[in-house]
Structures are given as C-alpha cells and as structure tokens.
C-alpha cells in the first residue's frame, strides 16, 4: 500500500497555533478534556434514548405517536454518536482513559464497533483527510463520487438527487455490512487492520449479537415484525441522513481541497495541520442549537486541529485559530448556516458527478490505479 507523509519538517503553523490554544488552556485554567457542560449531554441524551425505546415496546400509542418518537430515538442515538461517542473515541470526553473506553463502547451499542472505528476515524481520516485513496469517509458506496480522482460512473451525473436517499442507508449498511467487511477483509477500505486481540473478537460478536436482539429480536416480540419493521426503518433512515450530512458537511462543500493518492508513495507539500486547514470547513458557527447537537462537528476545523480536545471547547478556540489563519494566510472556510452548508454540498456532489473531462482523467491517480489493476 502506498504511504503518505507531510511535510512536517516546518509545521511552523502548528506550532504557533498550539503555543496560542495552549495559553488559552493556562489562563482559563481548564482541563482539554470534557466538563458538566458534555456530561450533562450524556445525562440527557442516554435516558432519552432509552425512555423512548422502553415506551416504543410497552406501550399501545397511535401510528403518528410511535413514528415520533421513532424519529426521537434516531435523532437522540445520532447525538449520542456526534456527542458522547465520537469525543470518548478520540480520548476527549474525559482525563480517565477507562472512561473514555467506557464511554466509547455507545458505538457499540448503536451498530458500529469502536475498534473499526478508531482506525477509520482517528487515523485515516483524521490524518489522511480528503486524500482519495485512505481516506474512507469519502470512500462510502461506488453508488457516490465523493472526490474529483475517483472512477465515474454515468449514474453519478444524478448523485446530486438521490444523495440523501444513499445517505438514508447509512446505519443499515455500517451495522449489518460494512462491518463485518472490514472484518472479514482484515482492513479499512484500502489499509489492512493491525492484528484483533481475542477480547476484540469477543467484544465484536458480542456486540454484533447484541444489537440484533435488542433492535430486531425483542421488538418482534414485543409488537411484532411489522410495526419492528416500520419503526426500525424510521430510526434508522433518520439516524443515517443526520450523520451522514453532518460528516460530509465538514469536508465535501465547495472550499476544501481533495487530494489523491495511487500506487506510488506520496509526500504532500503542507504541514499535517495545513492540510487539515485545506480540506475541512465549518458549519453554522452561531447557531448554539446545532452546535449542542452536533457535538461541536459544526466546529470541524478545530475539530481537525485538535482531535483530543473535547468538543465544547471549540467555539472558544475558533478565535484563536481564525486569527492564526489570517497571520499564516491561510484559508478559514465556514459555512454562516446549515442551510448554506447543505446547499454547498448538493452543489459539490453534482459537480463531482459531472463527467470529467479527458485531460483530467488522464492525470488522476485512480485512473491510475483502475488501468493498472487491469
Ligand atoms: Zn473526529
């Protein structure tokens, strides 16, 4: 597999950005990690999800009644994923690491695995972001073309359309397949897995079998397959569009760069941390709703920069590293609202499913690639 590497020889950005965020951390004198203001998300966001899903199979309620909450208990496990999850994964949600561990195993308990997850998240896309090739976020169905070097397909020209409907599948795909891909394939889309301990089989089949009982198994048989079906698609449906946009929102709209790589080892030109400035973008920066949501994925720059800095910190770093930017001439890219966001990503998924034209495939790296596979 080909190798990428930074040029972090000269990360006089980071450098300078980390001394400044490091200041901030001194003066204010808190911890990096997570405070009362994410453990409360915890305290409010578990018993919800719970609450709804014991009401969901005890409870006799009217069809509309059931699809809400349904659609509750989609958007409160999204937030768990976005919130509690993704800030214990990257070891941000609290100083301890067993909490952490504990506390990264809700995964587990909404479909994915927190050992996949470590190496598709933390370091390939954290590292090798937008980089066709490693980075798996942008390598989610042959369906989408997610970078300007992979292989198009003339159904692409309408992914623009039908973008959310994929987006829908997402949770059923990453439970029920993707998962056991990765297992079976030993690898994350193109890197091989490093070796499974047996408490990481046992803790996959345990959690793999746990989910099949308490999301398809006992609601059958507490009101039957149908209803089970119907609300398990609504959760589902629900939970996929909302992950979904929020990642692809952070790297898929018009600013961000991508890159590529192919069979050859390449060095990017950039610091680590510039790369990551390139190719990441903010979302609604004000809107203290969403951000509450989204876990602070609205703050994906800071996000980016600092991956083991918890989330509710990023609104206070945004500050600093806008005004770093602007001394380094770099690029801030931030999207004013959600809104504004969304319709930059329709617009960058309809022109990554334009047919590219020849000069450009020539060049590209999976052209490359596919040419010489076969
Ligand atoms: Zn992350």
Not at 248 to 262: I, N, R, S, Y
Request: charged share 15%.
């Amino acid at each position: 597999m080909a190798k990428v590497t930074f040029n972090n020889r000269n990360n006089l950005f980071f450098q300078s950005l980390k001394k400044s965020v490091d200041a901030y951390f001194q003066e204010t004198g808190r911890k990096k990690t997570g405070d009362w203001r994410l453990y409360s998300k915890a305290l409010v966001l578990i018993p919800l999800s719970l609450t709804c899903y014991a009401f969901l199979l005890t409870t006799t309620m009217p069809v509309w009644l059931s699809l809400g909450l349904c659609a509750i208990l989609g958007l409160s496990i999204g937030s768990i994923g976005f919130n509690i999850m993704h800030d214990a994964c990257h070891g941000a949600y609290s100083s301890k690491k067993w909490v952490n561990t504990l506390f990264g195993y809700t995964l587990n308990a909404v479909g994915g695995n927190t050992f996949f997850w470590k190496l598709k998240h933390n370091i390939l896309h954290h590292t090798y972001t937008n980089i066709h090739g490693v980075d798996d976020d942008i390598a989610q169905s042959k369906l989408l073309r997610q970078s300007p070097t992979q292989e198009w397909w003339p159904i692409h020209r309408y992914q623009h359309l039908y973008l959310t409907a994929a987006y829908s599948l997402t949770i059923f795909m990453w439970a029920g397949v993707r998962d056991f891909e990765k297992y079976f394939k030993k690898k994350v889309y193109n890197t091989p897995i490093s070796p499974m301990s047996w408490q990481d089989h046992a803790i996959f089949w345990f959690s793999k079998a746990a989910y099949a009982f308490f999301y398809v198994v006992l609601p059958i048989m507490c009101v039957g397959w149908q209803a089970w079906l119907i609300g398990y698609l609504t959760m589902g449906i629900v939970v996929g569009i909302v992950i979904s946009y929020v990642f692809q929102l952070a790297h898929a709209v018009e600013g961000p760069e991508f890159d590529a790589v192919g069979l050859d080892d390449k060095q990017i030109e950039t610091e680590w941390a510039v790369h990551q400035i390139k190719t990441t973008a903010n979302f609604a920066p004000g809107n203290r709703f969403i951000n509450w949501f989204v876990g602070g994925l609205n703050y994906q720059v800071e996000h980016h920069l600092f991956p083991r800095i918890s989330h509710v910190h990023y609104p206070a770093l945004s500050q600093i590293v806008q005004d770093k930017c602007k001394e380094f001439g770099l690029p801030y890219h931030s999207f004013p609202t959600l809104g504004q966001a969304i319709a930059s990503h329709v617009r960058t998924m309809k022109q990554l499913g334009q047919k590219p034209t020849i000069a450009m495939a020539a060049t590209e790296p999976a052209q490359i690639l596919s040419e010489s596979a076969a």
